[in-house]
């Protein structure tokens, strides 16, 4: 096997591993975007576990300040389309549909 097989080989495996790393980059911006704007309090929300479910749903979890200031802890939210209509629920303390979504 000569340096230009391999140079092949290395290119034809990387390639793709480089789309699905930007395609997974878009996907969690986008998401913290959707989220973002139906806080509260966006700055600093701090997010974990985003991820895409078999159903296409976006979820994860938001960590956010209330109007004092103060985190509130980590509540589930998802995102059902990231492309047109969004529909963005994020988890309160009575209602927990999010959760419910995500845990299918």
Same mark, same amino acid.
């Given at each position: 096997?000569? /340096? /230009?097989?391999?140079?092949? +080989? &290395?290119?034809?495996? =990387? #390639?793709?591993?480089? &789309?699905?790393? #930007?395609?997974?980059?878009?996907?969690?911006?986008? =998401?913290?975007?959707? #989220?973002?704007?139906?806080?509260?309090?966006?700055? !600093?929300?701090?997010?974990?576990? +985003?991820? /895409?479910?078999?159903? !296409?749903? +976006?979820?994860?979890?938001?960590?956010?300040?209330?109007?004092? !200031?103060?985190?509130?802890?980590?509540?589930?939210?998802? &995102?059902?389309?990231?492309?047109?209509?969004?529909?963005?629920?994020?988890?309160?303390?009575?209602?927990?549909?999010?959760?419910? &979504?995500?845990?299918?």
């Amino acid at each position: 096997m000569n /340096r /230009r097989d391999i140079l092949f +080989i &290395v290119l034809i495996t =990387t #390639i793709p591993l480089g &789309v699905l790393a #930007i395609a997974r980059y878009q996907t969690v911006h986008m =998401t913290e975007d959707a #989220i973002n704007a139906k806080l509260t309090n966006s700055h !600093g929300a701090k997010f974990k576990n +985003i991820r /895409r479910t078999t159903t !296409g749903t +976006i979820c994860g979890e938001v960590n956010a300040k209330n109007k004092n !200031g103060e985190y509130q802890g980590f509540r589930f939210f998802y &995102v059902s389309n990231l492309a047109e209509k969004q529909t963005v629920w994020i988890d309160n303390d009575s209602a927990y549909l999010a959760y419910k &979504v995500c845990s299918r």
